[in-house]
């Protein structure tokens, strides 16, 4: 099993798993080792799927704005979360490679793995939801035409997608290419960089 198989699968569980509750609320039961990569991509999705749902329920024009001011302030913690989840899965590409000398003419490229791989996890998201859209029976036909044509785009982006980050870790394997990691340094979350919070 390749590595995208891997975190294709766990995508889908952790989707699947949430949408027993659909309420964002849900407590994760992440079913995998705390040390492992498996708990670490579920936990992604997990993180994911909730800030999905978040997302949808502030865009409702009847929000009462005291709740949407709570609500943003869990969707800022929700990305910082994100955030540091994408940085410690690529700990783990920098510790599994770790020992690969690089070849000479290696190449950088134009995003870390895990980053890559965040990509990947929005995506399974897209398709969940995009395949929810085709089964409406509420929905036109027009609509759920629509939706189907999308949903053909979107598997065959997770297809590309997938192999295009089996091909980069072969690559980093292999030493054809080498990992540099720039941690995302968020200016806003940070009281002594943020101007709002450092002036007060």
Known sequence: ???TEQANR??????????LTDNVDTPIQNPYGRDSIEYSLYLKCWIDTVQWHYEDIIRDPRIDPTEALALKRRIDRSNQDRTDLVENIDSYFRQTY?????LPDARLNTESPAWAVDRLSILALKIYH???QVAREDASDEHRAKCQAKLNVLLEQQVDLSTAIDQL???IEAGRKY???YRQMKMYNDPSTNPILYKK
Do not use: G
């Open 98 to 102: 770790s020992d690969v000398k690089p």
């Open 130 to 132: 995009m395949q929810e």
């Open 179 to 181: 990992m540099k990691v």
């Open 169 to 171: 870790l072969e690559d």
């Open 10 to 19: 766990i995508f889908v569980q952790a989707i699947n798993d949430y949408h």
């Open 1 to 3: 099993m390749t590595f």
